[in-house]
């Protein structure tokens, strides 16, 4: 069973910035494209960026262009989420998520909200 661990979530006032980190195995980090999702009250699922292993290209939400940004280090086995100039429809649980790369590209994992493993979230509240 392949594991995500979130963290880094929190309270935060319009404007402001967080960033959340998604803890895996090494062998998670070279087997599988790592996604962030998030779920905000009473909405499905949406994938918000991800990444490729392979090459890491990255993949964003037209949402969060410009203001996300998306990172991997392989040292730590982490894959970071800086959120900036956060707005209250940032509002959500923030979920890792992680697909197999032989079968899908990082950027169709984020569009189709698909994952084989989920961690199992941070909340992150935007305030104003």
């Known amino acids: 069973q392949l594991q995500l661990v979130e963290s880094g979530g929190g309270l935060v006032q319009t404007g402001g910035s967080l960033r959340l980190s998604c803890a895996t195995s090494?062998?998670?980090?070279?087997?599988?494209?790592i996604g962030w999702f998030r779920q905000a009250p009473g909405k499905g699922r949406e994938g918000v960026s991800c990444?490729?292993?392979?090459?890491?290209?990255?993949h964003y939400a037209d949402s969060v262009k410009g203001r996300f940004t998306i990172s991997r280090d392989s040292a730590q086995n982490t894959v970071w989420l800086q959120m900036n100039s956060l707005k209250i429809e940032d509002t959500a649980i923030y979920y890792c998520?992680?697909?197999?790369?032989?079968?899908?590209?990082?950027?169709?994992?984020?569009?189709?909200?698909?994952?084989?493993?989920w961690g199992r979230g941070t909340q992150v509240t935007v305030d104003s």
């Open positions: 090494k062998f998670a980090f070279d087997h599988y494209h």
């Open positions: 998520g992680a697909e197999d790369l032989r079968i899908t590209t990082a950027e169709s994992m984020c569009v189709r909200v698909s994952a084989d493993y």
């Open positions: 990444i490729s292993e392979l090459d890491g290209n990255t």
